[in-house]
């Protein structure tokens, strides 16, 4: 197991190459590059708040996709624990990979988009999730809406992964048409939601590896199990149990994973084990997130 200093909750990551990763943290608005291994960030941070337009709140960003040279990145669109609306974690948005830098970086791509779930609520595709009730509710509540999951879908489209609401015990995945058309400022599009069985489990994070997808699974709340299943992408076939996670120790948020490998890394959200700390401090940077190897079948 590989500690990483710097942030306790990393909450979405993306490959850079070979050897670098680009982690983003759900408590402050900075990403922090990485290489494999190596404990330490390197490079410098990239500051977002003012591309986001959220000042010092934090937006919350969940879940983030590698589409060729650009990562798009999604905030959770839920409550905070006060239950009062923030519309600073309501963000889509995008970065451009610079792979010329040295260490490889990411740079803010397009403008950072606010609309997104109203553009979902509207969307007739997506009625059934009743996902204006489901945003009046904290996301850790049956019903509650929370967004975890990103991941590149066919062509130039996303798929966004839902930690809640489940419809019927299944957790709704979203096909997103026109990504680069929002950060370009569009409005969203979406189609029909697909429906997964993931034992009762809601999205934590979703990821494509070549032809099909990893998808790390949790409780919408926060007692139960994660596990790692495999999914085609087609919403007529169910996804496939490849791992069952430890029950105790740690809350995989994000995953980092290479075409050519059956080993993923698991990033842990370690908030709950460690000191709140003021992101861009000392404190903050001592601050650890465990990152765990798991061997799949």
């Known amino acids: 197991m590989t500690r990483y200093v710097g942030m306790a909750e990393a909450s979405a990551a993306a490959m850079l190459d070979e050897k670098h990763f680009v982690v983003a943290e759900d408590e402050c608005n900075t990403l922090l590059v990485y290489a494999l291994g190596q404990p330490k960030p390197v490079g410098k941070p990239i500051d977002l708040a003012k591309f986001l337009g959220t000042g010092d709140k934090a937006s919350d960003i969940e879940g983030g996709a590698r ?24 963000r889509f948005f995008a970065t451009k990979v610079d792979a010329k830098a040295h260490p490889p970086t990411v740079r803010p791509h397009g403008s950072a988009y606010a609309g997104l779930l109203e553009d979902m609520i509207a969307a007739p595709e997506l009625r059934d999730l009743n996902l204006a009730e489901a945003a009046k509710l904290l996301p850790e509540q049956e019903g509650g809406l929370n967004i975890e999951g990103l991941a590149a ?5 996303l ?36 429906l997964l069985d993931l034992g009762g489990r809601g999205i934590r994070s979703i990821d494509r590896i070549e032809s099909h997808y990893l998808i790390v699974a949790s409780p ?6 994660f596990a790692i299943y495999r999914w085609t992408g087609k919403a ?21 994973a290479t075409p050519t490998s059956r080993k993923v890394t698991l990033l842990s959200d370690d908030g709950s084990t460690q000191p709140d700390a003021v992101c861009g401090t000392g404190t903050k940077a001592q601050q650890q997130v465990r990152a765990l190897r798991v061997d799949l079948p």
């Open 67 to 90: 589409v060729g040279d650009v990562i798009y990145w999604i905030s959770s669109h839920s409550l905070p624990k006060s239950g009062k609306p923030r519309e600073w974690r309501q």
């Open 153 to 157: 879908g066919k062509s130039d489209e």
């Open 159 to 194: 798929l966004i992964g839902f930690r809640g609401p489940l419809r019927a015990g299944r957790a709704p995945v979203v096909p997103f048409r026109n990504p680069a058309a929002v950060v370009d400022g569009g409005r969203a599009k979406f189609d029909t939601p697909i």
């Open 220 to 225: 919408v709340g926060d007692g139960g199990t």
């Open 236 to 256: 007529a076939d169910a996804p496939v149990l490849a791992s069952e996670l430890p029950s105790k120790g740690i809350a995989p948020e994000a995953l980092l």
